[in-house]
DNA sequence: ACAGTTATCTGACTAAAGTCAGTAAATGGT
DNA sequence: ACCATTTACTGACTTTAGTCAGATAACTGT
């Protein structure tokens, strides 16, 4: 652990001096960093305000006020979210554009300049060893945590979890079908939980409890850019220790056969296939593991 | 070429974002995030104000101001340097060092929480790559330049250099039969490089005119602290880079037995082993190198 | 319809971080 | 001995990066 610690303190060290340094002085170089680092977050796509707030975990306040500067420079334009009057959707005008492509260019000259004195094998390495720090730096900052069926992040998993077992069942999907009320996953009938990385979703998961001593797994869901990093198996690690903590002692689930990582995923982690135990139409498979 | 920068630009986000926030965010909990940055800079043995402002790239009054501030809380001392009346030594109090410990408490909370969610596998994977990046980002920091041999940079790797080899060399060695005066070492009878990691001097090397077309390599030297990270390679590839632009066609260089990854050193980069050159009384092996 | 929430905005303020010009003392080179 | 440099310090000032307490409008659930 020790060991551990002092690694990634090195680490960090070099890090912060290498990309902190140059990061301030090539995107901070004539205007306010927050500004240029605003305008990066916008991207080409635009975003809502709201989103960009949680993304940069800034004050509303200050946030209106950077979006008020770089609307008098030009650089953006504000209106109202068409699907919510309350929030802002914000672009960047054909000059932010223009600023953005010069902040790119910077930035990748950020990146050939570390490249530069490096020999090819070198290089190679570093590539190697950066996708797998990004990937394991991307892991361990993962959050998860308790959530509202009803609030937004949770519904925007949902969501995204209906839309995409409606792609993939060889049958579609049907909502109203789905026999699963979000009253089944509050505490105390059943709970609800949520992984977000960098502030924004990207898993869910859901407990309900069927009859005395037994559970089940619902809407296991992670988002196709976080697979990968262990997330599902931290959720469901965690399902199971509030299931315990509610006297659950043994944990059900159902799953179609189309998501075949699912299956594997289950089976891996401890959960045996038995008969089916409701009358959900899209299961095809039935899985049972007894909490220890 | 592309991929790289893809590559290193998402790196550099994910980065960024994971220790530039929790950095902050738990290093300047209590205090301006600069003094504590300067409070871990100083460190447990103390450090000359102007190495301070070299590191931290520090305007000297903005350096001044905080300081004094520091001696104000009664964190530190500070003393005319016996060397140097000009400049000031800086030492952590007792206090300043209780609150340099405190500092590093939350630098290593910050490295286990980046431990925390991962697993046993997931962690070793993460130290060998946070190993790799970290030595290759040093390497790609690195910074070559020409020097005034006469410059405190130049003089300070010359000690050490001169230093070394008396201590490796089985009779001992004595500056003064050198025979190598910094003259030598000056545009356009040759130069000197020096090599920089985040601004301070990690290296030498020098390269004096033998005669016509004929060049001679001298005082190599990388500290210890940066070996490994292809700096000797490169002060090489530069200096041969400078004599060829002299119209110098052949390098040589002598070396003591006793420095036996010089040795290889030299072999693994294209000099052949000559007969003696010249009358050095330090020197067991000769080498040459034709330039094409 | 209405109470409570959410998203944004405004004004008033503060702390942090830095810049710049000029001064004074010590040092190094000639 | 003297002049140019280097190092640190001071005062005056600016910019950057916030924080906090409301106000307002739009939405949500009942």
Not at 107 to 121: E, F, G, H, K, P
Not at 159 to 173: K, L, N, P, V
Request: net charge positive.
């Amino acid at each position: 652990m020790v060991t551990e610690v002092r690694r990634i303190r090195a680490f960090n060290r070099t890090v912060t001096r290498r990309l902190g340094v140059l990061n301030e002085k090539y995107l901070g170089r004539d205007r306010p960093y927050v500004e240029s680092r605003l305008l990066f977050e916008i991207g080409t796509k635009g975003a809502d305000v709201r989103a960009l707030r949680g993304r940069l975990g800034m004050d509303s306040g200050f946030m209106s006020r950077l979006l008020r500067s770089l609307e008098r420079k030009g650089l953006i334009t504000i209106r109202p979210s068409p699907e919510d009057g309350r929030v802002r959707v914000v672009r960047l005008s054909r000059q932010g554009l223009a600023e953005l492509r010069r902040i790119d260019a910077l930035s990748d000259r950020l990146a050939q300049s570390m490249l530069a004195s490096l020999t090819r094998v070198q290089t190679q390495r570093f590539m190697a060893a950066m996708s797998e720090v990004e990937t394991l730096l991307r892991a361990s900052s993962v959050e998860i945590a308790m959530a509202d069926p009803a609030s937004r992040d949770a519904r925007h998993c949902l969501d995204r979890y209906f839309s995409e077992i409606d792609a993939r069942f060889s049958s579609g999907f049907s909502r109203s079908q789905s026999g699963s009320e979000h009253a089944d996953f509050i505490p105390p009938r059943g709970c609800m939980l949520v992984a977000r990385l960098f502030g924004e979703p990207m898993g869910c998961g859901a407990l309900r409890t069927l009859g005395t001593g037994l559970g089940e797994i619902k809407h296991m869901w992670i988002s196709p850019e976080a697979r990968g990093l262990g997330i599902g198996r931290r959720l469901l690690a965690e399902l199971e220790r509030v299931a315990k903590k509610h006297r659950v002692c043994a944990i059900r689930l159902d799953t179609n056969a189309s998501l075949i990582e699912a299956l594997r995923f289950y089976r891996s982690t401890g959960y045996r296939e038995i008969g089916r135990y409701n009358d959900n139409p899209y299961a095809h498979h039935w899985f049972e593991k007894a909490l220890k």
